[in-house]
Every structure is written in C-alpha cells, then in structure tokens.
C-alpha cells in the first residue's frame, strides 16, 4: 500500500474517532436522544471511543438478526446511573446510531 493511502486511512479514522465522541457527547449530556450516523461506521470502533469514555460492555442484550447483519450493541456507564448506550446498525443497509436510554 502506498504512504498517501495509509495516511489517508489514518486520517479517515481520526476524523470518525472525534464525530464519534462529539456524539457520545452530546448524547451524554442530554444535547441529543439520538443520533443517526446514515453510514455503517466501525462497530469495534465505536466501542473503542466509548470505553475511553468509561463505559462498559453489557453483554445481556447483545442481539443480531441471526444473519449477523443487523445488530444492537449496549454498555453501562458506572457513574452515569439507570441508563445504558445502545448501538444500532445494519452492515449491509447503514444506518449506524446511538442512543441513551433507561436502563430495563
């Protein structure tokens, strides 16, 4: 591969990581309800930008389809009490969101 595409896969990614916190941010302090990216963006790459962030993997919700196509994604957040961040998307149609919800 050449060093233009390297560093443009690079830079590609910093640009995702900061839309991705601003999101997570806004989100967390009730700027948004829920954001919708229109794109399929990274699913481990969300998850990285949100345990930097202090959440946590909640492992009892996890779903797919069943064709691992469509999926929901939740974590919990120690200080932030009774709520839990969902991560919505499809990898074939897009589509990835976020959310903040109560946590049932």
Known sequence: MNK???TDIEQGISFLKVAIN???SDLEEGREEEIHFGYSLPLLLIIHCA????WEDDHEDDWTNG???DYCY??????????CLHIDGSLLCGNTSL???SYV
């Open 4 to 6: 233009y595409i390297k």
């Open 22 to 24: 601003n999101a997570l």
């Open 51 to 54: 345990e930097e962030r202090g």
């Open 67 to 69: 064709w691992e196509v």
């Open 74 to 83: 939740r974590m919990i957040h120690p200080d932030i009490k009774d709520k």
């Open 99 to 101: 959310s903040i919800d």
